[in-house]
């Protein structure tokens, strides 16, 4: 993981107040589990209303968690007063989102003056085994 | 628009039935209002919930409604014993998620015999005018 | 297609002028049929080393076509002194390559500030027919 | 990087013979320097040819490796008499191809029954500097 210097020192704090007004993200239930430079963690409690019909994930739940913790992960290395937005994501499906815990990390690849490339990785938790169910890939705009 | 084949006459009811038990769709509250072979149209009222914290629609219900429509359209074409999985998407936002209705379009653009390759536009109403908010473009996997 | 005013009334003649200097393009042997504003044509004839194994277009031409024409068709649309460079592409490859003439369509889909989002769409000719072999869509931005 | 167990004993020996006959691959001078079951490593000295207008590497010859390096990584692990397709690629354009060699790696993330996820990543070297300008991901269908 590529080490990011960041542009506003109370980052983490920024992105917990960002995080506390994001109304899909809590109502979701989405838990931030760590807040580095360029790297955010979190978790989801997979409930029945996160499912579709054959009781995995939603691959729309995991496409949201793919894009607040990448997205996340570009916010904390702007300046104070700017913001990220989603340019475009791409998430590929690598296996059914089994289980009862979804883990979520979002990680910066290339941090531009104009647009930030970030990764992130979504497993599930299902009888003690971790298993990487989707893979995800973004393009941030600074504004 | 191509014009598909549907392999299952029953198509339209099948789908019907399949959403009512997706927990997430109907958790989000998305409406579907034509179920055509190769085609889905629906809308989402959109809530306070659905949004992100500066009042736009949140890119990760975007994407939901995208695996949604595209997803379902691909699934009116599938014989009926057959299940359609998303193997990936990508989401291109376009334009701010700004208004009170997000109006959705799911189209197949190719029905192969295992892979299928579908299309969605997602726009808002607001004050009258429909803007495009996001492409997107994904892979099912017929199974 | 959607109607884009450029900002540059020269663009036909700055893109004429950028595509002589682009060497790769010039190799591989690409012909523009058309040029207006948010939108390229063109198409190429292909060649036994444009191939991969079986004989089929190789994908990475596939993926050529699709960057130069909507990248391109970005182009159109920039001020004078704009670049544009492309931050992303996906390209889904919806049939195989055959035939012995490549055509190719880049349009724009929403022209930002920023960041254009462009769509292309790649057909060969096999037959008297035309095939649709693949879809591309790519996030370019202006400098 | 996950390991995997080949399917095909004289995979190396097979994608050798693959290559040989991949037409577009040889006109571009691509040379293999790692088959592992999962992992294709190589490079490519660029040429002129090989560049666009501004004298960086062509993100379609970027695109080409990816597709490359990513698919023959899938390839390493089918079955004697399988074959693989690439059903859809993106790559992200991090930073300009400036140099005079490419590194390329590719390697699969998720090896299903039918689809295989592969990602690539594309080095090139300049003044003994490495650096990343390219991340790609795709899918891959066994036929």
């Known amino acids: 993981m590529q080490q990011f210097i960041p542009q506003n020192p109370d980052f983490e704090q920024m992105i917990v107040e960002k995080m506390k007004e994001n109304h ?5 239930g989405f838990k931030t589990s760590s807040i580095q430079a360029g790297l955010i963690e979190g978790s989801l409690k997979i409930e029945e209303y996160h499912k579709q019909q054959v009781g995995f994930l939603h691959g729309g739940v995991t496409a949201t968690l793919v894009d607040l913790v990448a997205g996340y992960a570009c916010f904390t290395l ?6 990220v937005v989603t340019a475009e994501m791409k998430i590929s499906y690598l296996n059914p989102g089994l289980g009862s815990i979804a883990y979520c990390k979002g990680y910066v690849i290339k941090a531009g003056q104009k647009l930030y490339f970030a990764e992130a990785e979504i497993f599930t938790e299902n009888n003690n085994n971790l298993t990487l169910i989707a893979k995800g890939s973004g393009t941030y705009m600074v504004m």
């Open 24 to 28: 899909f993200l809590n109502h979701l």
């Open 78 to 83: 702007v300046q104070k007063e700017q913001l």
